[in-house]
């Protein structure tokens, strides 16, 4: 399980079960006062790597059912805690129009109907929330660009603003602290700095071609010239 140093005075938290090898998962639970359970996390497993390490972040998905059946038993809130290498966003809406609000709709609450929150408990409706736990050393966002529906995939090319640097509102980051805490503290914002863009060219997914813009030093690209205006070995 995870250290528990984010875990308030007044809370302990336990493993409750775990695993090894791939697909395993750490589960605990955050007993609150009275040693009644406040709420139950998973986090999925992932391998370290250099890749994870660059690229990786993790994303806290809550799941919480508001209300319950006369008799039935009231549910915990669940979270799950996903890795991820690339946040994918949806930018159909009419509302988005920039980078930010994009990210904003990701981590955006959304009701689902019919989730069996613990087994054998009869479904219920949820309200579902990702928020991002863990900010990757390097950000790579995708823009869902394709929709889909009963005629194929259409693409979006609507216009999206964004700048040089994206500062993630603390809004769409989980807390440090588990939900309740008294002595929870507000996460930190951090600013990412526009480093390259790939775009695709064409209206299909079956057709196009991609090209990428990368932020380069005056120095590096004075060298790119130089490269470039060198004449060619002798070949061998």
Same mark, same amino acid.
Request: glycine residues 8%; hydrophobic residues 35%; aromatic residues 4%.
């Given at each position: 399980?995870?250290?528990?140093?984010?875990?308030?005075?007044?809370?302990?938290?336990?493993?409750?079960?775990?695993?090894?090898?791939?697909?395993?998962?750490?589960?605990?639970?955050?007993?609150?006062?009275?040693?009644?359970?406040?709420?139950?996390?998973?986090?999925?497993?992932?391998?370290? %790597?250099?890749?994870? $390490?660059?690229?990786?972040?993790?994303?806290?998905?809550?799941?919480?059912?508001?209300?319950?059946?006369?008799?039935?038993?009231?549910?915990?809130? %669940?979270?799950?805690?996903?890795?991820?290498? $690339?946040?994918?966003?949806?930018?159909?809406?009419?509302?988005?129009?920039?980078?930010?609000?994009?990210?904003?709709?990701?981590?955006?609450?959304?009701?689902?109907?019919?989730?069996?929150?613990?087994?054998?408990?009869?479904?219920?409706?949820?309200?579902?929330?990702?928020?991002?736990?863990?900010?990757?050393?390097?950000?790579?966002?995708?823009?869902?660009?394709?929709?889909?529906?009963?005629?194929?995939?259409?693409?979006? %090319?609507?216009?999206?603003?964004?700048?040089?640097?994206?500062?993630?509102?603390?809004?769409?980051?989980?807390?440090?602290?588990?939900?309740?805490?008294?002595?929870?503290?507000?996460? %930190?914002?951090?600013?990412?700095?526009?480093?390259?863009?790939?775009?695709?060219?064409?209206?299909?997914?079956?057709?196009?071609?991609?090209? $990428?813009?990368?932020?380069?030093?005056?120095?590096?690209?004075?060298?790119?010239?130089?490269?470039?205006?060198?004449?060619?070995?002798?070949?061998?």
């Amino acid at each position: 399980a995870e250290p528990t140093s984010d875990a308030p005075a007044d809370a302990d938290a336990a493993a409750a079960e775990g695993g090894e090898g791939e697909g395993a998962a750490d589960v605990w639970q955050t007993v609150g006062k009275n040693n009644k359970v406040a709420e139950t996390t998973r986090m999925e497993a992932s391998d370290a %790597s250099p890749i994870t $390490c660059i690229f990786g972040g993790q994303l806290a998905s809550r799941l919480e059912s508001r209300g319950a059946a006369p008799g039935a038993k009231q549910n915990k809130p %669940s979270i799950t805690i996903e890795p991820f290498q $690339c946040l994918n966003v949806d930018i159909k809406s009419s509302g988005v129009v920039s980078l930010e609000d994009a990210i904003t709709g990701l981590c955006s609450p959304e009701w689902i109907d019919g989730v069996e929150m613990e087994k054998g408990q009869p479904a219920v409706r949820a309200q579902r929330q990702y928020l991002i736990r863990h900010p990757p050393p390097v950000l790579i966002l995708h823009l869902k660009r394709f929709s889909h529906d009963a005629h194929g995939a259409h693409k979006l %090319s609507k216009p999206l603003k964004f700048t040089e640097s994206l500062t993630l509102k603390p809004t769409v980051l989980a807390p440090p602290a588990p939900s309740g805490a008294s002595n929870g503290s507000k996460p %930190s914002a951090p600013t990412y700095r526009l480093f390259a863009v790939i775009a695709h060219h064409g209206q299909t997914m079956r057709l196009g071609h991609y090209t $990428c813009d990368v932020r380069c030093t005056p120095s590096a690209a004075a060298n790119a010239s130089v490269a470039a205006a060198a004449p060619a070995p002798d070949a061998a």
